[in-house]
């Protein structure tokens, strides 16, 4: 049963980030499994029946939710072995993260966060969107404003296009999503505090129904560009 994050989890956190070694992540891998793998584990599982009931094949186990602890380091300056914070995806079960629209969370010293979007750029399918919106834009709108984004503190991010020519009867309201070279949507200013309470789960989870919406659209696109390919 999840009821929050203990603080042990920052505090692991906080203790990798100065000792980013092997020799003290062998010597804490038990305090990684209790304070942080089996924390996280608790939260996928409390949000599992609604992440199932908003797409059937979404990938719900833990171990394929959660992000590996250990870096990547052969293609950056920063050599540190671990991350100091981690974070999980929910997306279609089997798909890669940089195909998938992904619901993501995470949590580390200082920071909290989470909402909707593609990893990186995905240009099929903003393409695909911009063609959506320039032919059916008032469908596009009825779409977003079902998500209720700015009652629930919920932003646009992602990079876009300095120089782009919008349709000439593109809603204003629609210009920044139609400009977007990667598109997310995010939790506005959240407070860390909020991850040691047990219902961060009812806040995650609220949020990500209410983007349900978004979702199935991104995810309608997502499949028809894997069908074309």
Known sequence: MFTG?????????LDLRFHNNAAFFDENRERYRQEVVAPFSAFIEELTPAMLAIDAGMEVRPYKCMARI???TRFTKDKSPYRDHLWLLF???????????????????????????????NRP????????????PEQILGIIDQCNLPERHL?????S????????KL????????????????KVFPEVTWAFEPSIAERVQGDFQAMAPLYRLMRGLQDDMN???
Not at 125 to 136: I, N
């Open 5 to 13: 994050f203990p603080e042990e989890t920052i505090r692991f956190f």
């Open 70 to 72: 250990h870096r990547d």
């Open 91 to 121: 997306r279609r079960a089997g798909e890669p993260r940089e195909m998938a629209v992904n619901y993501w969370f995470e949590l580390g010293p200082g920071r909290i966060g989470w909402g909707l979007g593609f990893w990186g750029e």
């Open 125 to 136: 399918v903003m393409d695909a969107l911009r063609r959506k919106m320039e032919a059916r």
């Open 155 to 159: 932003a646009v991010g992602g990079t």
């Open 161 to 168: 296009f300095k120089r782009i020519t919008y349709p000439p």
């Open 171 to 186: 809603p204003e309201q629609l210009k920044p999503w139609y400009a977007a070279r990667e598109l997310y949507i995010c």
């Open 227 to 229: 069908q074309e390919g």
